[in-house]
Each structure stands twice: as structure tokens, then as C-alpha cells.
């Protein structure tokens, strides 16, 4: 639909078409016939099929290269470390997917059975599914629109067969666009349980996570915390600590300070965990006595302890 008029009454509205501020309006017989108003039926259909998942986690950044895909990878790999929880990490990322390479899944395929399109699975309890994996090389662009983004992102959430799941975490692109919304609005009925907002410390990205933050406020995701990414560099050989991102503004404990909103935890600055996403690998079980390690299980920790209190309530969706 083209931009609304001033004093619009709304598709929902009873004035819909019919208001005195709808003459003229190129919406105005669609609105009158009540077919804006309709909501996608795929909403209802993604919301049967999350029954069978217990806690849903949307992982944002608002900035591209502060380690958010990284993040959502060792979120599932440490999950997933108790052999009696079901851990699904969903790929939405559309035009930048990471996570076949970060989790060693580069040249696995989607397979599709009577159920629906099937994980690909790194262990037995989690599952992994992205646009990567639908792609004939992993150099092939992705040059979509939004609605087709959106029909991708509402077939991997009603087709996949991703069984009884006890966290299902959504790696998101950077930015508030098509994709988040897309997500929000078909999770928002299947009871989000929040999102994790991943920043590094300097203010050019503290200033993106803010709109971020009002994003969640606006489309009413509960925001679970604020993970600090890149906080510090130790030297492995004089042990002394480097800020490579100075956190000029105080960094995202100020941030998360002034707008009231936790503070996960920090994770230093560590040359292994590229190499450990490199190579496919998890960095929890390369280097676990690492302070890196040691931040990740702790914000893993609080994480947890999120969803175990917290009981999501259905919410209006955003678009309907």
C-alpha cells in the first residue's frame, strides 16, 4: 500500500475506505473492502508450528562486523553443551549468511521430507538452517527485495521441521529493516521470549544499538540484554590489557546505564575465536578456560536464566 493520508483511520478501523480523510486516497476502495485489514494467514500456520519450541531468541546488532553471527553461534554451540537440550539456530541473515561457515557447514544442502525441509545438524541436538545452504557456492550473491526476503524468512519458520526444541536463537542482519520485522511479526503470536542486542564499545556503534533498542520498544520485543563484543585485548604473552574500540562514551555499560537496560556481560578481544569460526569449529570447547570462554558462559548463563523467569505474553502483531 502507498503512503497513508493525514488522519488516516487505520486498516482495522470501521472508518476504513469510509472516512472523510480517505476521499481521494488510492487505498481508499481496498480499505473499504475490508482486504487490508486481513492478516497473513501464514501467521496463525508459523504459530501452530512453534508450539513445539519453548524459547525463541532474536540476536541484533545495530551495526554489520561487531560479531553478532559469531555471538548467535557460540549462543547454540554452548546451548547445546547439555546433551539433553534441543538447540535450532535460524539464519536470516538473507544477503550475508555466515553461519554455514562459522558453524562448519559450507556445501551441506536442505533436504526435504514429508514433514518439511530438514535441519542440518552439527550435533544431534542442534539443528542449523540458512539461505546459505540453498545457495550452489557460497560466492553467490543474494540480490533480493523485501517481499521475497520476507516469503524466505516465513518459509524457513512454517516449513522447517525442526521438532521439540528447547531454544530456537535467530541470527538477524544488522539493522532495522524487512527481515526484523518479518521475524517479529510472525514470532510476536508464537511468543518471542526477547532479543539479545550485540555492540563493540565505541560510540559509532553505541549510536546504531540505541535505534535498535527503540526498535524493540516500538515493536514491542522485550530486550534481553546488551553483550559487549571486542571490550578488550589481553596479550597472550605480557598479559596487558589494550582497548582496540575505546569506549569513548563509557561503552555499552553507560549505554545500558542511562536507558535501563542489562548489561549481559563483556566479551574480550580474542584472535581464537576467528580462528575457531574459521575453521567451523566451536571456541567454547577450542579454548575453555579462556577469558572469552569464561564471559560467554556466564552471558549464556544469564541468558538462560531469562527465559527460565520470564513467560512470554502473546503481543498485537507489528503489520496486522
Known amino acids: ?122 550435533e544431534d541436538n542442534l539443528g542449523v538452517m540458512s539461505v546459505g545452504f540453498l545457495l550452489s557456492s557460497p560466492d553467490d550473491a543474494v540480490i533480493w527485495r523485501g517481499p521475497k526476503k520476507n516469503g524466505m524468512i516465513k518459509q524457513f519458520l512454517r516449513d522447517v521441521d525442526w521438532g521439540e526444541v528447547d531454544y530456537l536463537i535467530v541470527d538477524t542482519p544488522p539493522g532495522t529493516s524487512d527481515e526484523h520485522l518479518s521475524a517479529v511479526q510472525y514470532l510476536s503470536a508464537a511468543r518471542l521470549d526477547g532479543a539479545v542486542i550485540i555492540t563493540t564499545p565505541q560510540e559509532v556503534s553505541l549510536q546504531d544499538v540505541r535505534k535498535e533498542i527503540n526498535f524493540c520498544h516500538k515493536v514491542k520485543v522485550p530486550i534481553i540484554g546488551v553483550v559487549e563484543n571486542m571490550s578488550v585485548f589481553v596479550c597472550p604473552k605480557c598479559k596487558k590489557e589494550s582497548q582496540i574500540f575505546p569506549p569513548t562514551t563509557g561503552g555499552a555499560e553507560v549505554m545500558c546505564q542511562d536507558l ?61
Not at 86 to 101: F, N, W
Not at 270 to 288: E, N, R, T, V
Not at 301 to 315: A, D, L, S, V
Open 260 to 320: 535501563k537496560i542489562p548489561l549481559l556481560g563483556k566479551v574480550p578481544l580474542d584472535p581464537h575465536i576467528g580462528k575457531s569460526c574459521d575453521k567451523g569449529q566451536s571456541f567454547l570447547m577450542d579454548a575453555p578456560a579462556s577469558a572469552a570462554a569464561l564471559a560467554y558462559r556466564r552471558i549464556i548463563q544469564r541468558i538462560q536464566e531469562f527465559c527460565g523467569h520470564h513467560q512470554p505474553k502473546e503481543e498485537h502483531l507489528v503489520g496486522s
Open 1 to 122: 500500500m502507498e503512503e497513508v493520508p493525514q488522519g488516516c483511520p487505520g486498516t482495522g478501523s470501521a472508518q476504513a475506505g469510509r472516512g472523510a480523510s480517505c476521499q481521494g486516497c488510492p487505498n481508499q476502495r481496498l480499505c473499504a473492502s475490508g482486504a487490508g485489514a486481513a492478516p497473513d494467514p501464514a501467521i496463525e500456520e508459523i504459530k501452530e508450528k512453534m508450539k513445539t519450541v519453548k524459547h525463541k531468541i532474536l540476536v541484533l546488532s545495530g551495526k554489520g562486523g561487531v560479531g553478532k553471527s559469531t555471538f548467535s553461534a557460540h549462543l547454540a554451540h554452548g546451548l547445546a553443551e547439555d546433551e539433553n537440550t534441543q538447540v535450532a539456530l535460524l539464519d536470516i541473515d538473507i544477503c550475508g549468511p555466515s553461519i554455514p561457515k562459522i558453524m562448519g557447514l559450507e556445501g551441506e544442502q536442505v533436504h526435504q521430507s514429508g514433514s518439511g525441509w530438514s535441519p542440518v545438524f552439527v
